[in-house]
């Protein structure tokens, strides 16, 4: 950063307000010339969608979901965050990276994932780097690691993380402007990297405290902006760059499980959303009403001949009311439809999951009583092979 002396003027003690004119001026000159510098003058990336501007409506909801080209594994629902988010550095939107549920330390880790562009080459020194803001909770550690084999992939162990490493306070920038730091890495490659994975990939226990959580499930997340995969030799990018993007942007799964980008050497995997209107349940009551009895019915009978993978039954409300209530009335209307399924299909107890998620994912908006009935629903995602 520039010293005090260049950034003000010292002759004209009056001018406050251009002093800070100033020093706003310099900062934002400064960041634009790091972000440039730090690695040799090339435009070539390997990441997709690298500054997170890129929204994803995700299939499942016909709404807007997360970044495109990233995808979140284990589990795939995406994480919502308090409506505090770190200041931008650059664009509208930052990456949210999860780092630990307060609540169930134990429970399956959470990580980011893409895939590269371009297959890295054996032997070649690539320059990653990004800008980290952990948003006034301690800074402990993020990992970075690649992959050959996709993370969402059956059977997929962290074991499978080429040459994983993690950044702490020691290797990487103090806070460079409001919040933010600077990570950057010069990376040999193996020959064998497809995918790049980020988040607590060790699965450590982070000595976070309760009032760090930033949600109600007691999550705790870093945020990443401007993520850059370059090579030092400034080779051109491949040719396939272009469809690996087009393919990143198609996947548009986002809250159903043992969704692949990549189907190679895995069974094909085909998904079915049921969207039921809140008029299948008697009015503010999670009880069932008989003709969407039948609806389940014929629906199970059609699992039968498929390998059925997974049911979600996600329960969603309108804006009206509290929303704790909301809450806990989408939760008892999923529960109620899984637990019929369950009466249908005892012997797959363990595949079929309900969740409650009130108000917060609607796929219109509240303004119209038509909009609000739309927001009453029930999702059911249905993920199967054709083949049982």
Same mark, same amino acid.
């Given at each position: 950063?520039?010293?005090?002396?260049?950034?003000? %003027?010292? %002759?004209?003690?009056?001018?406050?307000?251009?002093?800070?004119?100033?020093?706003?001026?310099? $900062?934002?000159?400064?960041?634009?010339?790091?972000?440039?510098?730090?690695?040799?003058?090339?435009?070539?990336?390997?990441?997709?969608? !690298?500054?997170?501007?890129?929204?994803?409506?995700?299939?499942?909801?016909?709404?807007?979901?997360?970044?495109?080209?990233?995808?979140?594994?284990?589990?795939?629902?995406?994480?919502?965050?308090?409506?505090?988010?770190?200041?931008?550095?650059?664009?509208?939107?930052?990456?949210?990276?999860?780092?630990?549920?307060?609540? @169930?330390?134990?429970?399956?880790?959470?990580?980011?994932?893409?895939?590269?562009?371009?297959?890295?080459? /054996?032997?070649?020194?690539?320059?990653?780097?990004?800008?980290?803001?952990?948003?006034?909770?301690?800074?402990?550690?993020?990992?970075?690691?690649?992959?050959?084999?996709?993370?969402?992939?059956?059977?997929?162990?962290?074991?499978?993380?080429?040459?994983?490493?993690?950044?702490?306070?020691?290797?990487?920038?103090?806070?460079?402007?409001?919040?933010? $730091?600077?990570?950057?890495?010069?990376?040999?490659?193996?020959?064998?990297?497809?995918?790049?994975?980020?988040?607590?990939?060790?699965?450590?226990?982070?000595?976070?405290?309760? /009032?760090?959580?930033?949600?109600?499930?007691?999550?705790?997340?870093?945020?990443?902006? @401007?993520?850059?995969?370059?090579?030092?030799?400034?080779?051109?990018?491949?040719?396939?760059?272009?469809?690996?993007?087009?393919?990143?942007?198609?996947?548009?799964? $986002?809250?159903?499980?043992?969704?692949?980008?990549?189907?190679?050497?895995?069974?094909?995997?085909?998904?079915?959303?049921?969207?039921?209107?809140?008029?299948?349940?008697?009015?503010?009551?999670?009880?069932?009403?008989?003709?969407?009895?039948?609806?389940?019915?014929?629906?199970?009978?059609?699992?039968?001949? /498929?390998?059925?993978?997974?049911?979600?039954?996600?329960?969603?409300?309108?804006?009206?009311?509290?929303?704790?209530?909301?809450?806990?009335?989408?939760?008892?209307?999923?529960?109620?439809?899984?637990?019929?399924?369950?009466?249908?299909? !005892?012997?797959?107890?363990?595949?079929?999951?309900?969740?409650?998620?009130?108000?917060?994912? !609607?796929?219109?908006?509240?303004?119209?009583?038509?909009?609000?009935? /739309?927001?009453? $629903?029930?999702?059911?995602?249905?993920?199967?092979?054709?083949?049982?």
């Amino acid at each position: 950063m520039f010293p005090a002396s260049v950034l003000y %003027s010292t %002759s004209v003690a009056s001018h406050t307000s251009a002093s800070i004119l100033s020093l706003a001026f310099w $900062r934002t000159f400064l960041l634009l010339s790091l972000t440039s510098l730090s690695s040799p003058i090339f435009s070539q990336n390997f990441f997709a969608n !690298p500054g997170f501007e890129d929204i994803n409506i995700c299939t499942e909801y016909t709404a807007p979901c997360e970044k495109e080209g990233w995808f979140y594994i284990k589990p795939v629902t995406i994480p919502v965050y308090s409506k505090t988010a770190p200041p931008q550095l650059t664009g509208r939107e930052s990456m949210a990276i999860p780092m630990q549920n307060m609540y @169930d330390q134990a429970s399956v880790k959470q990580l980011v994932y893409t895939m590269l562009l371009c297959p890295l080459e /054996k032997n070649k020194i690539y320059r990653l780097s990004f800008y980290l803001n952990t948003l006034n909770r301690p800074f402990y550690k993020i990992d970075i690691g690649f992959s050959k084999k996709e993370p969402a992939t059956s059977g997929f162990e962290t074991t499978d993380i080429l040459r994983a490493k993690s950044f702490t306070k020691e290797n990487s920038d103090e806070d460079f402007y409001r919040g933010w $730091r600077i990570i950057q890495y010069d990376y040999t490659a193996t020959g064998d990297e497809r995918f790049f994975i980020t988040g607590n990939i060790s699965g450590d226990a982070l000595l976070f405290e309760p /009032k760090h959580r930033m949600n109600t499930k007691g999550m705790v997340y870093y945020f990443i902006d @401007d993520i850059k995969l370059r090579p030092l030799d400034n080779m051109p990018m491949c040719i396939s760059s272009a469809k690996v993007i087009t393919k990143l942007y198609a996947q548009n799964y $986002r809250h159903t499980d043992k969704t692949v980008w990549d189907e190679e050497n895995e069974k094909a995997l085909f998904t079915d959303t049921l969207t039921v209107p809140s008029v299948f349940f008697e009015t503010d009551k999670a009880i069932l009403k008989p003709v969407f009895k039948k609806l389940i019915d014929s629906l199970a009978l059609s699992l039968i001949n /498929k390998g059925l993978i997974s049911v979600m039954i996600e329960g969603h409300t309108d804006n009206a009311g509290a929303a704790l209530y909301n809450l806990k009335l989408s939760a008892e209307r999923a529960i109620s439809v899984r637990d019929y399924f369950l009466l249908l299909l !005892p012997g797959d107890a363990d595949k079929i999951n309900a969740i409650g998620k009130g108000e917060l994912f !609607p796929v219109t908006d509240n303004k119209t009583k038509i909009g609000m009935a /739309k927001n009453r $629903r029930v999702n059911i995602i249905l993920t199967y092979t054709k083949d049982n």
